[in-house]
């Protein structure tokens, strides 16, 4: 079994920047893919950024040119630079991961971390 630990959320005012963190622990062969996603109050929950092993990254429009999603392999942990944040960012942001552990394959998910940008 693969947990996932995000950190990083809390408050900030807008135009201002926040860096999520998002650790994977457990028995993992490969990470295919970490995600970020994110839902607000009365929303469906949106993918914000994608990086694959191979490092392609994709993007939700809305956080284009503003986020930036990286990952540290040797560490299995993904990071989310949010830049020029907007009120509309706020919202409980959760990681994902793919891959293979130790007898089957993972879809993990974390329990998520509050970002909220107001003044």
């Known amino acids: 079994q693969v947990q996932l630990v995000e950190s990083g959320g809390g408050l900030v005012q807008p135009g201002g920047s926040l860096r999520l963190s998002c650790a994977a622990s457990?028995?993992?062969?490969?990470?295919?893919?970490m995600s970020w996603y994110r839902q607000a109050p009365g929303k469906q929950r949106e993918l914000v950024a994608r990086i694959i092993n191979g490092g392609s990254t994709n993007y939700a429009d809305s956080v284009v040119g503003r986020f930036t999603i990286s990952r540290d392999n040797a560490k299995n942990t993904v990071y989310l630079q949010m830049n020029s944040l907007k009120p509309e960012d706020t919202a409980v942001y959760s990681c994902?991961?793919?891959?293979?552990?130790?007898?089957?394959?993972?879809?993990?998910w974390g329990r998520g971390t509050q970002v909220t940008v107001s003044w």
């Open positions: 457990g028995i993992i062969f490969r990470i295919s893919t």
């Open positions: 994902n991961a793919k891959g293979a552990g130790g007898l089957r394959d993972f879809d993990s």
